[in-house]
């Protein structure tokens, strides 16, 4: 894990708290945390260095033949990431379209192919997942997944391990509740609150 990833993501006011009014999560989680790694495009120092430590990550896995982004957010990494590492690219939709083609998996052909999962964040783990069984359906070898941030939901990883689906993150909860206590953003009351907050997912 990188604590200098947690700090560009506060540099870039990437983080939002909003306690008394709520964010909702895809899940349908009320939070009073939202981490918008969308603003990284809005960054260039910035999408270069998650770009490069997402690269770092994919070391762990084997050769892999296709970068495969998560629709939405998970789409421009993962496009990039596939031209520096000079490989086909593709994503996944969260569903099939309801019209055209009606793919789920757009881009590089995955049957037969071992393949990376780029997503942006993981909060309870279905995006993610939902991608993983649409790959696997599609005959891909999933190798695993690397993300930008994860909250660190225990119920995310036990998702993960039952999938029999490896991750990576360059950054967690706890690594941007320090980043944030350090910088002031946060005292020690309004880390713990998120802290229990996660917690108790
Ligand atoms: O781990 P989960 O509980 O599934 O939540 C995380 C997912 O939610 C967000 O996507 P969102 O659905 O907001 O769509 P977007 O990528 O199009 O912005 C995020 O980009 C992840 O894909
Ligand atoms: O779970 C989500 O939907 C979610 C949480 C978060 O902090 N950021 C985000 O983009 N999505």
Request: glycine share 8%.
């Amino acid at each position: 894990m990188y604590p200098s990833v947690a700090h560009t993501l506060l540099d870039i006011d990437a983080v939002k708290l909003s306690p008394k009014d709520p964010f909702t999560w895809a899940s349908g989680i009320k939070s009073p945390i939202y981490c918008d790694n969308r603003q990284i495009l809005g960054n260039v120092e910035a999408h270069r260095k998650v770009i490069e430590l997402l690269i770092e990550q994919l070391a762990q896995f084997e050769e892999t033949d296709v970068i495969v982004g998560t629709a939405t957010a998970g789409i421009p990494h993962a496009t990039l990431i596939a031209d520096r590492l000079n490989k086909p690219s593709a994503y996944v939709r969260g569903s099939k379209k309801g019209h055209g083609t009606a793919r789920q998996i757009e881009g590089a052909s995955v049957n037969g192919k071992r393949v990376v999962v780029i997503e942006d964040l993981i909060s309870t783990g279905g995006s993610s997942l939902n991608a993983v069984e649409a790959l696997r359906d599609d005959g891909a070898e999933v190798l695993g997944v690397a993300a930008i941030f994860s909250y660190g939901i225990k119920g995310a990883q036990e998702k993960f391990e039952n999938a029999e689906c490896a991750y990576s993150v360059l950054c967690d909860l706890d690594i941007l509740l320090e980043a944030a206590q350090e910088r002031n953003v946060l005292d020690t009351k309004g880390a713990g609150d998120v802290r229990s907050f996660r917690d108790g997912l």
